[in-house]
Structures are given as structure tokens and as C-alpha cells.
């Protein structure tokens, strides 16, 4: 993110912190804060999502990426699981406003893992033979636009394939 700090944005700044409450920022100082694959693993999900909600400036958006298959993460260290329309609504009944959950994110899981795949086998056969035929599998994935990936992730999808991740975005009414 620090390599590509957009022109234009001589304020570019990346803070981190180890636990996401009693942060030490403004009231409603940000107009995105987002969290991928993070509150499945907080003891304090609900503390965290108030805190998030706290410096998000009004008609600013809270994106929240979480796994919705729980097969396709095994040995997770994830403390819960969220139900799609159950987590909607939690957002909702804390003020938010939905703009989109996006259950398509097939291909989220594959190409974040294509580089531990092939380094998770030990010697040089079982790699050529087991890890570079499925790290190949997502080349197709990495060469292709989104729009075709969203129209073949849309036929997975009428298929029954699960997906990976749901995507939430929610905004915070202004005025609130």
C-alpha cells in the first residue's frame, strides 16, 4: 500500500495496531475502513465493529470481507462463522446502510494460496508432479478481466460451487 500511494495524496498514511478497539484516531476520520478475513479471529467482534463504525465519517463505507465456506478453510483459527443475511442484518441494526454483499469471490481463496501451494510439498517430484499442475490451474484466473471472471464465477455459482469470501459494503448515513 505504501508503494502505491495515489498522486495527488501527499497525506498517505498506513497505521497499524494489534487490536482494533480504543484506537487512537478522531471520531469519523476516515471515508473507507475495511477489514479482510480480520473478525472471524477477534474475541471482541462486536467492540471491533463499533470502534470501525466510530471513524467511519458519515456517508463514508465500512467494507468487510469474510470466509462464507468454512470447508474451504480448514484448521482455520477462526473463533465463529457469520451467516450472510444474519451479518447483513447486524450491520443494518447498527445504523449502516447496505450496499452490497457480494457473495462472488471465487477465486479469492485460490490466488491468495497459488504461492504456498508450491512450496508446500518437499522434493523435486512431488513439486513438479502435484504442486506445479495446480499452481497452473490459476493461471487462467490471473490472465483474464474481472468481467469474464465475474461471468464464469456467476455459472459457479448456478452450479452450487461455494464461494470463498462475502464482501460487505455498508455506508454510514449522513447525519447520523
Request: charged share 25%; no cysteine.
Amino acid at each position: 500500500a505504501r508503494q502505491a500511494e495515489p498522486a495527488g495524496h501527499p497525506h498517505w498514511e498506513i497505521l497499524q495496531w494489534e487490536k482494533p478497539v480504543n484506537l487512537p484516531l478522531d471520531d469519523e476520520s476516515f471515508d473507507l475502513v475495511s477489514a479482510s478475513h480480520v473478525l472471524e479471529h477477534l474475541e471482541d467482534d462486536a467492540g471491533a465493529l463499533d470502534e470501525w463504525i466510530r471513524l467511519v465519517r458519515p456517508g463514508g463505507h465500512l467494507l468487510i470481507i469474510l470466509p462464507s465456506n468454512e470447508v474451504l478453510f480448514p484448521g482455520s483459527k477462526h473463533l465463529r462463522t457469520y451467516e450472510v443475511s444474519q451479518f447483513a442484518a447486524r450491520l443494518s441494526s447498527l445504523g449502516l446502510e447496505r450496499v452490497a454483499v457480494d457473495e462472488h469471490q471465487r477465486f479469492d481463496w485460490a490466488w491468495k494460496h497459488r504461492f504456498l501451494i508450491l512450496f508446500q510439498r518437499r522434493g523435486f517430484l512431488p513439486k513438479m508432479l502435484i504442486d506445479v499442475p495446480r499452481t497452473l490451474s490459476f493461471l487462467p484466473a490471473q490472465l483474464v478481466s474481472w468481467r469474464i471472471l465475474d461471468a464464469v464465477d456467476r455459472g459457479l455459482e448456478k452450479v452450487g460451487m461455494p464461494s470463498s469470501s462475502i464482501a460487505y459494503v455498508f455506508r454510514k448515513p449522513r447525519g447520523a
